[in-house]
Nanobody
Framework: QVQVMESGGGLVQAGDSLRLSCTAS????????MGWFRQAPGKEREFVAA????????ISADSVKGRFTISRANAANTVLLQMSSLKPEDTAVYYC???????????????????WGQGTQVTVSS
């Protein structure tokens, strides 16, 4: 069992920056690929960014490309999502997820992730 926990959400203004943090339990964290997803009210959960086990590969959604950066620190069992130039449409609950079966992969597909956190709310006011 892997426990995933997000932190760092909050209320910000358009144009501000915010950094989300995600920790995952287990001594094999470095064997997980990790992803960030988000879900706005009334919408389906959507992919934001993903990173492979050693940080050598990462991908992000077109909607956040150039504004959001995913990174990881395996020594601290942590994945970060640095968000800048935030827009009101970025408002959502942000979820972190772990894929324990494909550490080399960077997948935008929700179905590939095995463990999920409870989410952290990000609200961007205009």
């Amino acid at each position: 069992q892997v426990q995933v926990m997000e932190s760092g959400g909050g209320l910000v203004q358009a144009g501000d920056s915010l950094r989300l943090s995600c920790t995952a339990s287990g001594t094999t964290f470095r064997q997980y690929s990790m992803g960030w997803f988000r879900q706005a009210p009334g919408k389906e959960r959507e992919f934001v960014a993903a990173i492979n086990w050693n940080g050598g590969r990462s991908i992000s959604a077109d909607s956040v490309k150039g504004r959001f950066t995913i990174s990881r620190a395996n020594a601290a069992n942590t994945v970060l999502l640095q968000m800048s130039s935030l827009k009101p449409e970025d408002t959502a609950v942000y979820y972190c997820a772990a894929d324990i079966h494909r550490p080399w992969d960077v997948s935008p597909d929700l179905e590939n992730y095995d463990y999920w956190g409870q989410g952290t709310q990000v609200t961007v006011s205009s």
